[in-house]
């Protein structure tokens, strides 16, 4: 089904806000846990488990568990993708759930970007051969780091990124300079050679960043190390290898991918230079989607729009 804009106009939060204003039913998808209906009828709102015949709010990630009744979509996530692709958003509100999950996913940038320069892979194999072997300190005094999508993700890898010593630079589609980075590149305004030690990928999946860090992307870099915590299939993935053994990349961190559960044949498991984790970098607890949908919904009655709204035109 080709999808429709979702309503972030000033008449479709109007309808919303009428709607909410006769406390309707909540639709929860098979893909919204116990924990977090408990949460909501903790706030006061009335769930229910079965598709309502009458207009509704729902909160799901799963299109085919959108009710046609649904007014107000509230993703539990924060990619949105899945939604976009095969729902028809026409004249309904699309919002996602943000809460804590960046500085969740700043925390693992950090993360995997210590280990990689403390060595603690080589560590780890060296603990197995029972090996006493010092490796080098890859330091970073001054380094430049290059983060795809400056949204609230982005910006708060950036802030963490800064505080490590990192000089950031971030790259989206408008190139609109920001208080939260150096410099703003577009893919059009990037230089040919980037000085960056490290890459950032945060990017939401639309038709404009689907395979858009490919291999004449990534030889832009010398030895840099590849970080991707936001959509798989931003990435295209085979370019990765290349890019590591020519020298483009000195590692890759990949935590999403374009089909998942990384399948046991790929020869990314393989890689020495590739560390792989299951899609665990930006975790969302039920307390995080509660709150966020929460919040929406209060903004709405109030007259205002919720900072979580999804622009279709966008992707994001």
Known sequence: MAPNNPGSGAAVLHSVRQLLRADPRVYLGGDVDAATESLLIGMGRTTTREIPSESCVAITNVPSNVPQSSQWIHSPFMGVDGLLGN???AGRLLTRTSGEIGKRIASYVRAMDSAERWGLRAYAQSQTRSQWSPQPVLTHPGANALVL?????????ADALVGDGYRVEGLNTTGIETNDFAATWTMKTLPHKVDADL???ALPLTKTTLHVVDFDFLRRFNRAHLVNVGRGATLQTESVVDALALGHLRHATLDVFEEEPLLPSSDLWRHDGVTITPHIAGPTYPADTARSFGAS?????????PDGV??????Y
């Open 310 to 315: 999804v622009r279709q035109d966008r992707g």
């Open 149 to 157: 999508g400056t949204g609230k993700v982005g910006i708060c890898v």
């Open 199 to 201: 890459i950032v990928l």
């Open 297 to 305: 919904w209060e903004s709405i009655l109030a007259g205002g729009r």
């Open 87 to 89: 729902v028809d958003f």
